[in-house]
């Protein structure tokens, strides 16, 4: 699986978007880029995946540029609940396939 | 969204001793399933796939003898922790995947005094 690279941490206003970038250079094109998010001393909830579109759904929005090398996760309201860490995934979406976590990114949202 | 839950949720059990986590897919069948461990203010680290009927494959550097793993039937897959050590102490995470998506259980947090 392709190597993602985050910023460590970023805070955000309370309802404010949150932009959370990923850098996937080396994805191969039957790779998808999917996020995940981790509560304080939860386990991962599955947010939003894509392959070359951009992606949307009730809890975020996936933008991937065309040449796929980058993504952006977008939070369009910020609340204090979003306050976790963020992780970018790069996989092929294979059943059996396993996910390789990276050291994402820790975002505090303030008030 | 799919359903997978970990019991226990936390243990605390005395160095020496065997624990035993479970994973179960609630509202699914799952072929495969994944453990994880995690310290503090770290990642995820794969620790090994679990596959129903079949061996578990170990990830490089966990001891298989030390980490068992079950799964015995399609909503269920358990990690036994033998011979626990203080060391041993960590998050321990459970995912199941369902067509191209994977969900994650809440977590076991062993603690080893």
């Known amino acids: 699986d392709a190597k993602t690279t985050q910023p460590p941490s970023m805070d955000c206003a309370e309802g404010r978007a949150a932009n959370l970038p990923c850098n996937h250079s080396?994805?191969?094109?039957?790779?998808?880029v999917y996020w995940y998010r981790q509560i304080h001393s939860q386990g991962p909830q599955y947010i939003i995946h894509g392959l070359k579109n951009n992606e949307t759904n009730e809890m975020a929005s996936l933008i991937i540029t065309e040449d796929r090398k980058s993504s952006t996760l977008i939070l369009p309201h910020a609340t204090l609940r979003d306050t976790a860490v963020y992780y970018c995934i790069v996989r092929v979406a294979a059943a059996g396939n396993k996910l390789t976590f990276g050291g994402g990114t820790r975002v505090l949202v303030k008030p | 969204g799919a359903v997978v839950s970990q019991h226990p949720s936390w243990v605390i059990c005395k160095s020496g001793t065997s624990v035993k986590i479970e994973c179960r897919s609630l509202d699914f069948q799952a072929t495969t399933m994944f453990w994880y461990r995690q310290f503090p203010k770290q990642s995820l680290m794969l620790m090994a796939t679990?596959?129903?009927?079949?061996?578990?494959?170990?990830e490089q550097g966990v001891e298989k003898d030390k980490f068992l793993i079950n799964h015995a039937s399609l909503t269920l897959s358990t990690l036994t922790v033998t011979s626990a050590h203080p060391e041993d102490s960590s998050f321990y995470i459970c995912s199941a995947r369902l067509t191209t998506e994977a969900f994650f259980g809440q977590g076991t947090r062993l603690t080893v005094v």
């Open positions: 679990s596959n129903e009927g079949s061996k578990a494959t170990y």
């Open positions: 080396t994805i191969s094109g039957n790779e998808y």
